[in-house]
């Protein structure tokens, strides 16, 4: 299960930390990370990072935003800064097995405004 915390609502150039935290086991080798989905879109990865730390982010989010994790407590943390309107959607959790054990777990979503 993949709790998310975090989301609200901010102003154009605000901040916002999401936080996903895992219960359960997780078995590497994984990635972890953020997906987001606007009202009438479909849903696009944010960014993910996996259990060696190689991050990947989506180019619109790149120099803005921030994925870090903790392994100890299975946590993933997405940092949000310089908010534009465009990021205002829901934002969901991941955990995807990517080695032998295939696994694709999702979390329940927090959203995100970005308004003046």
């Known amino acids: 299960q993949l709790v998310e915390s975090g989301g609200g609502f901010v102003q154009p150039g605000g901040s916002l930390r999401l936080t996903c935290t895992a219960s359960?086991?997780?078995?590497?080798?994984?990635?972890m990370g953020w997906y987001r989905q606007a009202p009438g879109k479909q849903r696009e990865l944010v960014a993910t990072?996996?259990?060696?730390?190689?991050?990947d982010y989506a180019d619109f989010v790149k120099g803005r935003f921030t994925i870090s994790r903790n392994s100890a407590n299975q946590t993933v943390y997405l940092q949000m800064n310089s908010l534009k309107p465009e990021d205002t959607a829901v934002y969901y959790c991941?955990?995807?097995?990517?080695?032998?054990?295939?696994?694709?777990?999702w979390g329940q979503g927090t959203a995100v405004t970005v308004s003046s």
């Open positions: 991941n955990v995807k097995g990517i080695g032998f054990i295939q696994y694709d777990h």
């Open positions: 990072i996996t259990n060696v730390d190689t991050t």
């Open positions: 359960g086991s997780i078995f590497p080798p994984y990635a």
